[in-house]
Each structure stands twice: as C-alpha cells, then as structure tokens.
C-alpha cells in the first residue's frame, strides 16, 4: 500500500509539475502585432552585420586593394596564401593569448574582488567604484596611459629604475613579455565588469545554503566548492563568454602600446587586418583573415557556452 501511495504521489506530483509548465508557456505567449517590434532591430542586424559579413566573404575571394572600383576573382588564392604565411602562427598565437590569457585572468582577479566586496568591510562602495572606474574609460586612451608607464624614455617605470642606479628596460620591445604586458592592460581595464557580475551572482545565492552548510560542519573552503561554486556557475558562463570575446578581437590596447611591435612579435588578427587593409592595400587577404577571425571566435566561445552551461545548477 506504501508503494501505490507512494507513485499515486508522484504521478500528482508530475501533473502538477506539467500543469505549472504549460501554464507557464501559455503566460508567456505574446499576439503577433507584439513580434512585429522586432523588425527594427533585425533590419538594423540585417544592413549593419549581416550584409557586410557575407561582402567579407565575398571580397576573400578577390584582390580588391580597398579603394578601386574594379577587382578581380582571385579563387581560393588568398586562403591558400594564408595557410602559407609565415606570420600566421604568431599572430594567431598571440589572439589565443589575449584571448584566453585576458579570460582567465579577469575572471580569478574580478572573483577575488567580488567574494571580498561582498562582505559587510567598511568603505566596499568605494572600492567597487574604483575597480569598475577603468571599464568607462577608452581602450585606446587607457593604452596610452600605460604606454606613458612602461615607455622606453621617460615612462614612469623607468624613472624609478633610473632613481636605483640601474638600466633602462625596454618592456614593450621585448616578444616575449610584450604580449603578456598587452593582456596584463586589458585584464586590468575590463576586470570591474567581471566582479559585477560576480556580485550579482553571490547576492544571488540565498543565504539559507549556507546556513544549512555551517550546521552541516562545512569549513569556509568546504562552503566555497560546494555551496558558492556551483550556483555561481552561470555568472561564470556569462563572464568567461564575454571575455573570450573581447579578448579575441582585441585591437585598441595593442595598437597605443606596440603598434604590433616589433615586427609581428605583438599582432593580433585584428591588427594584421588593420595593416593589410589601410597600409598595404591589401583588403582581400585582410577579409581573408576576418574569416578566420570569426570562425575563431565563433567555435571557441560557442564550445565554452555549451561546455559551462552543462556545469550550471539551477537553485
């Protein structure tokens, strides 16, 4: 009699469950006219991203210069010719590091932020003030303030090094710590934004798990891995998507810090793009590149969305 009590329970309970969901769906439905508000925003994705994708395709078949009004049909030229340039693994080397290297950085320094600002500390408002302020600043702007620090003459950070009777360093044209000083830059301006959605996600968290955890025994790490970890797994989908992104295309810091510099120790796709196309009227190859570029980050950040939203616990 238990049993039958038992799946008579559960069938009620999986009809009621079925009931919410379907009243759920039907509250949800909106008339037609109210779809219609979505014309505006495809016409703009349609003229402004949509059609100048497919022209990028088109035109990496070609050897437009840019600026001609005439251009020939190249083929699958400017593809072979990129498998074959001896520049492309570096280039897409150092894209992989900003990209990744930007991703992981931003996200334990902006989690380290937020567990700490999430606590009940005296001046926390101003400190999260401070941290976000980088993020309203230009890209661009905020490379050249710290191109201005680790400048070979007259930065700030060979000043100091002049003051202690030793040599001038030239960080910035040097390949081996460029690259992770161009990371370093972009870690330090768009980190705010990973901590704020951190926030979000920790004050998200109710606070009766941890209550249930600190009567469990659980020690403050234990609560961590197991209690703020897991639901604050969508914050991280969220963060890291976003930061692969960015980190991927990234132009403007590199650009005021190095130029690519020297030589192609520092490009990333999208600089190399920038000097194909306006220096060396070379726009075909450049959309060539811009293929690459989009199929990068398109496989890179679809395959961490699908891997991390698999991680995700509902509350």
């Known amino acids: 009699m238990a049993d039958v009590a038992a799946v008579s329970d559960k069938g009620v309970h999986q009809d009621t469950v079925l009931n919410t969901k379907r009243k759920r769906k039907k509250s949800i439905q909106s008339p037609f006219w109210l779809n219609l508000m979505y014309l505006p925003v495809l016409l703009l994705f349609c003229v402004f991203i949509f059609y100048p994708f497919l022209k ?24 072979i010719r990129m498998l074959h340039d001896p520049n492309i693994g570096i280039v897409v080397k150092n894209t992989l590091i900003y990209g990744v290297g930007s991703t992981l950085f931003q996200n334990i320094v902006g989690l380290l ?14 400190v999260r003030t401070i941290v976000y302020l980088p993020v309203i600043v230009s890209p661009l702007i905020m490379g050249y303030i710290w191109y201005f620090f680790f400048q070979y003459n007259s930065g700030a950070l060979n ?34 934004i990973a901590m704020v959605i951190y926030l979000a996600g920790l004050q998200s968290i109710p606070k009766d798990y941890y209550e249930a955890a600190e009567l469990d025994g659980a020690t403050p790490l234990a609560k961590f891995f197991h209690v703020t970890w897991p ?33 192609y120790a520092s490009q990333s796709l999208s600089t190399m793009m920038y000097k194909l196309y306006f ?27 699908m ?6 616990v509902e509350q």
Request: no cysteine; aromatic share 12%; hydrophobic share 45%.
């Open 56 to 79: 990028g395709i088109r035109l990496s078949f070609t050897n437009w210069d840019g600026y001609s009004p005439t251009f020939d049909w190249v083929g699958i030229s400017n593809y």
């Open 231 to 263: 639901l604050l797994m969508p914050s991280v989908t969220i963060n890291v998507v976003l930061n692969l992104i960015g980190g991927l295309k990234l132009f403007d810091v590199i650009t005021a810090l190095t130029n690519g510099g020297p030589g």
């Open 159 to 192: 000043d100091v090094i002049g003051l202690f009777g030793h040599a001038k360093i030239n960080l910035l044209a040097n390949p081996q710590l460029n690259v992770w000083i161009i990371t370093f830059v972009n870690t330090y301006q768009y980190l705010g």
């Open 279 to 305: 220096a060396e009227q070379d726009a075909g190859y450049a959309a060539t590149l811009g293929n690459l570029m989009f199929v990068m980050i398109t496989v890179i950040s679809v395959t961490a969305l």
């Open 113 to 126: 932020y937020a567990l700490l600002l999430n606590k009940s500390i005296r001046g926390r408002g101003i």
């Open 307 to 312: 891997y991390l939203r698999r991680k995700e």
